[in-house]
């Protein structure tokens, strides 16, 4: 069994990857085919964003919000502190400092009440200048956007979602990366919508960071790419792996995100009873980049791990070090007494076998092992 099978994937779907691959290899197109813009039109139908321009991969998508808001030294942006570290890097990278803040317990989401309370000492302090939070829909999870943005209303912040995880979910009839000012994701393969190397996205309403980016992501291109009117990246999707995600986004919308939403529901049902399983609020619907348990300490997480493992069962723990625990953050000085919730869950997480092509005998079988295990 694998954790998270791309190979069954690939299998299913072979005969339209195949055609798409080979079909942009004979284009000649390789870079910035039409493959790249169809997918953006098909991504911003899905999505009900305005605009949507693909780059190199999530980590990119992020940076390019980042530096339409000219975010840089002394500005401050508010990040989840449980979340992967490319959310928090980018704020780095441009000069600005992250603000990590605690998660809820129940949904791994950024806790509204503690970001606020983030911004008032951030204000307090007076050292640096809230601009931005970037609120991350993690394991596939839309975070709480509702209160996220009257938050962001009363004191003027950006909100940017770091959808990389989160593609395919919605609130209500309201779809994933359409939820913040500027909404990112990643093509990552492990990720809800993955491609075969790396890929990303950026979303916006707003025409003019949208031509911004546009330019930003070909070396601050103005109106060729001999003619630079900013310092910018090269953050371009492949044709090729535009190619792949448009032979696999009728599969993900019709068929995955049921198969995976499906299986969620096959593992809650046998597992609730003995552990805390994930917790989808009212309205709310996941992607299932992971589906992720919570154990009651971190030696019957270790445990279970070591026993499932014993039996041919892979299982991973997203996250075993929150933010301020990195060592590359050492240097803000955070405790974990900080962000009480972030520490716990990075001890006591574990996320099982999750991949629209596990079948319910797998799914019964991941399900056996853990309630035979001894606790
Ligand atoms: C994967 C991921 C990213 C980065 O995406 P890449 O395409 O790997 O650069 C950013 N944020 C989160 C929450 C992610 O899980």
Redesign the pocket.
Known sequence: MQFRDLIKQYEALKSEIDHALLTAVASGHYIMGKEVTELEHRLVDYVGAKHCITCA????A?TLALKVWQIGPGDAVFVPDF??I??AEVVSLEGATPVFVDVDSRSFNICTESLEKAIQHTLSEGKLTPKAIIA?D?FGLPANYPAISEIAKKYQLWVLE?G??GFGGAIGQQKACSFGDISTT???PA?PLGCYG???AVFTDNDEWADHIRSLKVHGKGTDKYDNVRIGLNSRLDTLQAAILLSKFEAFKNEELDQVNQIASLYTQRLSTLYTTPWIPDGYYSSWAQYTLIMETNDQRNKLQHYLKGHGIPTMVYYPKPMHAQTAYAHLNYTAAQNPVSHSLSQTVLSLPMHPYLTEEEVNRVCDKILEFDR
Not at 57 to 60: A, E, Q, R, V
């Open positions: 991969n999530g980590t990119d992020l979340t992967f490319a959310t991350v993690l770091d990389a995880q990643s093509f990552f990720k790396d890929g990303g």
